[in-house]
């Protein structure tokens, strides 16, 4: 039996453990096979361990390396950031400066429509003031045809109104620096450079640019439509005062307000004169054609009796009762006794009762030392020191006085000096269409 285990344990060597303490022994065997296991966890364990060892030596520099590349790249963004908001700060910088230009130009745009809206209110007083004098009213024109200043007229209705639409889109057209520059936010953010095109593009077409001209030009368009129409309504007034004055020469009249002819002064164009200066001008023309007119109308240029015949004319005749030659300071109006006897013009009535041989008279001061008398009435309706106006009944023809027969003696002096009626009656006729 004992040779049989000595055969099993030849040719292998066994390990033992033997352990010796206080006199007794201890011997352990151990196998083969633990002590490979044994050796190959112990061979992992040393290969672990010095991978960890080789790891954390090259840990550090690897982690620095990490650190090293993120400050670089945090530097890298935080100069990028930077160049964005000096970009960003450039741009709202001359937006605001361009903001500020637009403000100025709309204000001064305002400036002019208010100028424009006040012309207006003096344009209607004065129009009103030409209807109420008779005057038609010009149809003045620029340079331009007619459709393009009706559609002047028609696309400068904001401004006339106070409105500011066009300018409001162009203040809100710079609300977006990106819009403003005509660079999008994709180009104008990466690039970090701005686009030296969007500078020159701006240099040459300004905020609006084109907007501003065009409403610019559609005021000057109305400013010269305005002028010109305070021109020929000018023109229309002083035209109208040359004819009436023409008329007054015919009377030989002097004009109210008339002046010396010693005058004089250097030439200056009208379309040189100032709005207001050349308002003022056409408002006191239309003032003095008014007092012109009111003039005429106190002077005895209507007729007494519209559509009765004339017996007797001024001038040279035989008299009626002496049968001689002699002078008749008047002319005689043929009509049935009790027609009615009209005032010839505005004034005041200084006799109205018996007079000699004219009868029943009604005598008017007309002012300027002219007087008209209508005499033989057979009734008076008026009273002395009435003012009375033209047409105004005054009494009924009759044949009271030196008179053959029912007839209306109707004279005008001037300066107690007779002249002839027909002068003013024909003057009357003439002035009828101005007043």
């Keep these: 039996m004992n040779g049989s285990r000595e ?60 650190l090293i590349r993120q400050a670089r790249m945090k530097h890298e963004y935080e100069d990028r950031i930077a160049a964005l908001r000096a970009e960003v700060d450039r741009i709202t910088s001359r937006q605001m400066l361009d903001q500020q230009a637009v403000e100025a130009r709309v204000a001064a745009l305002m400036r002019q429509q208010e100028l424009l809206t006040g012309r207006n209110g003096a344009l209607d007083g004065l129009l009103e003031k030409a209807r109420k004098s008779g005057i038609d009213l010009p149809q003045p024109s620029t340079a331009g045809d007619a459709a393009s200043g009706d559609r002047a007229e028609l696309e400068i209705d904001p401004l006339r109104t106070g ?21 999008g936010e994709e180009s104008a953010i990466p690039g970090l450079e701005p686009d030296p095109r969007s500078d020159i593009a701006l240099a040459s077409n300004p905020p609006g640019g084109n907007l501003f001209g065009g409403v610019k030009d559609q005021i000057r368009s109305i400013e010269a439509r305005q002028t010109a129409g305070l021109m020929a309504l000018q023109e229309a007034a002083r035209e109208r005062m040359e004819q009436i004055a023409g008329i007054y020469d015919t009377l030989n009249i002097r004009l109210p307000g008339e002046t010396t002819t010693d005058i004089g002064g250097p030439f200056i164009a009208p379309n040189e004169i100032a709005f207001d200066d050349l308002a003022d001008t056409v408002g006191s023309t239309l003032d003095s054609l008014d007092s012109l007119k009111r003039h005429a109308r106190e002077l005895p240029v209507a007729n007494p009796l519209p559509g009765a015949g004339i017996s007797s ?45 004219y009868g029943m008279m009604v005598e008017i001061d007309h002012g300027q030392g002219i007087t008209s008398r209508y005499a033989h009435l057979s009734r008076i309706l008026v009273k002395e020191g009435e003012t009375v106006e033209p047409g105004t009944k ?7 006085g030196r008179s053959t027969g029912p007839h209306l003696h109707y004279e005008i002096r001037r300066a ?18 101005y007043l």
Excluded: C, W
């Design 7 to 66: 055969q099993r344990q030849f040719g292998r060597r066994e390990s033992r453990i033997v352990i010796s303490s206080n006199g007794k022994v201890r011997e352990y065997r151990i196998s083969a096979n633990l002590l490979i296991v044994t050796a190959a966890l112990f061979a992992m364990f040393m290969t672990g361990y010095i991978a960890s060892t080789a790891y954390l030596a090259f840990r550090e520099d690897l982690v620095a390396g990490t």
């Design 163 to 183: 409105s500011v639409q066009s300018a409001s889109l162009l203040a809100a057209g710079i609300g977006d620096p990106f819009a403003l520059r005509g660079v």
């Design 313 to 357: 004319r001024f001038g040279s005749r035989v008299d009626p009762f002496r049968r001689k030659a002699a002078f008749h300071a008047g002319i005689d109006f043929r009509a049935t006794s009790g027609t009615p006897v009209r005032a010839t013009g505005k004034g005041t009535v200084i006799h109205a009762g018996r007079k000699g041989g």
């Design 394 to 400: 005054i009494g009924q023809v009759g044949s009271t």
């Design 416 to 433: 107690d000096k007779a002249t002839n009626p027909a002068r003013f009656i024909n003057a009357g006729a003439q002035l009828r269409q």
